[in-house]
């Protein structure tokens, strides 16, 4: 029998009344939307209650999805399903590392609610906007965005997607050089420019943050989106410039294959990575943790 991971879902897949369900359901649930609460009150409300604008927030979105997938893992884990490996897709990866046990809970929620400020704090100095762009391939989109100052690819999601950022301003002319290509544009459910230099700010004062935090040896193997590799003792670096590089998912995932991995469980609201996963390869299955919870 082949490796089975946890991956967790980034920004884009929340929606209101997210995790209510388990939370009524499970005790450990509650008890990791009770500790969200104790230090950023009133999360477990904008999960459970919040608007759909209100959770588009970045300051808002990343906590808020942090206590939903870490309260699925957990709950996943006490039914005795225990990942070889894990990775999450940029916000995820901090759900990861802590899942992995390089942080306690805690100290995750409290660095994703840093996170969350910081990337927000950013995306309020410039209008900015990410959108995924469908049936072109890799080079066709890079080469498109070539042609602006201020578009970047910055997620390698599957085969025929990659998320860019950019300037608002530049993305229509851009949308229309993508449908002469024979692309579609798809624009996303965030406010910023992610990934992208638009975050440098942010991610260098974030590792300032992480550098505050002595991580612990992680105890399940967790791969990076900067690298696709496993992660080494460069916590730290790693997930702070993250926030300001693309985020290498195609190739992760191929990599956790090539490590044996053989079945997939997207911990997360959604079902976007399942999606991707699906797209990737065919030999393995791919899952939503939903499927599991109910």
Known sequence: MGKI????SGQGDQFPGMGKPIEEKYASAAAIYEMADKIRPKTSYQCFYGTEEELKETANTQPCLFTTELAMATV????????DCVAGFSL???????VSGIFDNETGFRLVCKRG???QRESEKFDTSMAAIVK???KQVNEICEKYSDVFPVNFNCPGQITVSGLSAQMPEFFADVKEAGGRALPLKVKG????PFMKKASDDFEVELNKVKPNENKITLYSN???RPYNENVSYLLSKQICNPVLWEKTIRNMIEDGVDTFIEIGPGKTLTNMIKKISADVSAVTASEYLN
């Open 92 to 98: 995820g990866e901090v759900v990861a590392a802590t």
């Open 226 to 228: 900067m690298t696709a």
């Open 117 to 119: 400020e910081l990337m």
């Open 193 to 196: 420019a992610f990934h992208s």
């Open 76 to 83: 996943l884990m006490e039914k005795g399903m225990i990942p």
């Open 5 to 8: 991971a946890f991956v967790f």
């Open 136 to 138: 072109l391939t890799d």
